[in-house]
C-alpha cells in the first residue's frame, strides 16, 4: 500500500553549510520512478543538474548542491519560474522556527487546509517579510503508524520477536522504508510547505517521533531488539535523504561527526551561531546525549562565537520541576506510560545529573564571551517560555513553540502545567529557572497551534509567536 507519486515533488532547499560568505545549498526533488531527472537549477552564472541521490520503488530521489552568496538577496530559476531566497545574513533577518508537523494517528487522512492552516499563516508571513532560514526543531514527521501492517513490527514496541531471520528483517526495512518515504512525500507534497521550502532553505533536527515515539526512553529489551534497531536504521537513512538531503557518507560540512554516530550539527553566520545537538541518536533511558554530543557540545562552549546562540534543543532545555509528577507517576502501575514520557525529558529525575552539566556548560559559554544564548525547542505542542537567571544581569531564555500541525493538547492540561510551574525549579543552585507568559498573555501555557519568529533588527534579536486563535504576540527582546 505505498503511495505512488505523480508529479515532481520540489524543489525543497537545505541549508548544508555557510563557509564565510557563501550558502551552501541543497535542492531535492522527488520524480515517481523511471521519469527523467528534474529540469537543472538556474543560477546567475551557471546551471545545476540535479543527480540521483537514492531510489525507491516508485519514486526517486534527485539532489543539486549549489552556493548562493549570503550578503545579499538572491534567487535562482527553475522549470521556467524565478524563486528569490533572502540569503542576506549580514544584517536585518527574520527566521522561522516550528516543531511538530504532524500527529500520532491518522496524520495522512487529515484534511489539508485544516492540518496545515499555521503553515498558510507562515507562508504570508514570508510574503510579508521574507525569512533567511526555516529551523524545524523536531517531529518533522510523526512515525508513529509506519510500524503497523508488518508481521515483524505489528506489535511494536510492546511485543517484538527475539529471533527474526534475515530475510524476515530485510523485508521489514523495505516495508519501513516506504512507509517513511510516504510520509516526507506527503510532507513535502503539502502545497504551504512546498511554497515555503522552494524559497527558504531549511535546517532541522530530529526528535522522536522522526522516529517513534519515545525513541531512546524505551526499555533496552525494546531498543536493542532486532526490530527496534532495524526500525531506528530506517528512521535514520530517510532522516538523512529528507531532513539533510544527504546519505551516509556524504553528510555535509556543518555535521560535528561526518561518519553521522550523532547528527548534531553546527552553522556560523555573521553574529549568530546556530548549534543543535542531537538528542536521539545516542540516547538510552540513562542518559540523553552520549560521548559524540558531548565533545560536539564542549568543543563549541570551547570556542569563542561573537554575538547569538541559538540552541536548538528538540527537548525543552528549562521547565518546571516534573519529579513531583514523576513521583507520583511511579506510584501509579497505570501511569508508566506517563512516568516514560516524563523520562523523555531533561528535567527527568534519572537525566538530573546530565541536565546540570548541560546548563552548567550553556552558564559558561555564555560567561566566557558575553555571549547570548537563547533555547528554543518543540515537543510540548504548546506555547511558552522561560528564563533562567545567570547572574550578573545575564539569562539564559528559553522559548517553545510547539504544533505547527499537532493540534494543541485540552486547556486543562495547560493550565495544570502553569500551577506546577508556579513552584519554581533550581537544578543549579543560585540560578532558579521561571515559567513566563509570552509577550500580552497571563497564562504560562498556551494551548494553541503556534510557531516562531526570530527578528534581528538594529537593537538586536527579538521573538514573536504566532498563536492560532490570539494571533501574533508582541515582541519579546532576546
Ligand atoms: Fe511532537
Redesign the pocket.
Known sequence: MHSHITATIGPILFLDDLDGSRMHLSALFITPAGDAPPPSLGLERDKVTPTRLTDFDHATVWRARFTLLADRTSSYTWNGDTYSVASDLTGSMRLAYI??N?EEVGDMDREGSERNAMWARLRDEHRRSPFALMLHG??QI?ADEVTQGHDLSDGWPDKSPPAPTEAALADLRRHLRHRFFDRYAAIYSAPELAWLAARVPSLMQW???DICDGWGSLRRSQTFSPVGQTLFSAARESCLIFQHATIDGDLPARFADLEGRHLGWGIDAPGLRILAPDLRSERTRRAIMGPGGWTMMEAEAARRASGHTLLMSSVPLLGPRLSVLETLMVAVPRMQKYEDDLRDQWQSRAHRDEWRRLLRLVRDMVEHDGNDLTSIS????LATRAVMDLGQGRRLNQLVA??VA?RAPPKGWARFLGALASLGEDPLSGHPIRIRPLPGKSARYIAERNYLVLERGADGWSARWDLEESGMTGSLPL
Open positions: 516543531s511538530c504532524g523536531g517531529d510523526y526528535d522522536d517521533h518543540g515537543e510540548i505542542h510547539s504544533g499537532h
